[in-house]
């Protein structure tokens, strides 16, 4: 049976990395060709080396659940979403971790996105399970797919209907609007703090 072989920019496409990648594996040993034609240098890899390196990445990356809320009195609607995308996860036989956070969805600093971020980064992660879009994040949501999708990462949602809660909207308006007033005085600033209040008060 022929031994099936790979050139360079073939197998750099199919395991998702760049010829230059492959080059520095070589010389660093941590994946060598199976092949080196002595004549042209070229390097040739084999199905067996695709199939161990796909099996080493997957057994490295993890599916993640991500799981947020704004506010800490969300508690209760939290432990709701962490059980509903746990449930989900155990039907399709995932193993899995669980990220969460309570913090508004304009917040990019929240302590667990920012470690998943880390994670995608470091491409320890195969899948993102979230229950909304908006659990993610309020916007940008296009953004970090983009970067999830350069990694060979999917986003999986598990509803796609459009949901909001009004509550939730509020004090992400809220804290848009304090950003934004934190750079304003005088009569403009008193008018936008009156706002928020009146946002406050009218949720």
């Not at 995608?120 to 797919?145: A, H, P």
Request: proline content about 0%; glycine content about 6%.
């Amino acid at each position: 049976m022929e031994i099936r072989k790979y050139s360079i920019g073939q197998f750099a496409k199919l395991i998702n990395r760049t010829e230059q990648t492959l080059r520095n594996w070589d010389k660093s040993g941590k994946l060598k060709p199976a092949y080196v034609d002595t004549e042209t240098g070229y390097r040739y890899y084999t199905d067996e080396q695709l199939r161990l390196y796909n099996g080493e990445k997957t057994r490295d990356k993890q599916v993640i659940g991500y799981c947020r809320v704004s506010s800490a009195k969300q508690k209760n609607a939290l432990d709701r979403q962490i059980e509903n995308v746990k449930a989900y996860m155990y039907a399709r036989g995932y193993q899995f971790s669980i990220i969460s956070d309570i913090g508004s969805g304009i917040n990019y600093n929240n302590k667990g996105l920012k470690r998943l971020m880390d994670m995608i980064q470091k491409e320890e992660v195969s899948k993102i399970v979230i229950l909304y879009k908006d659990r993610l994040v309020r916007f940008g949501f296009e953004l970090i797919e983009n970067i999830c999708t350069s990694k060979g990462i999917e986003i999986e949602v598990i509803d796609n209907s459009e949901k909001s809660d009004e509550e939730e909207i509020v004090e992400d308006l809220v804290q848009i609007i304090t950003v934004c007033s934190c750079r304003l005085q005088g009569k403009r600033g008193n008018k936008t703090k009156k706002m928020i209040e009146e946002l406050k008060n009218d949720d």
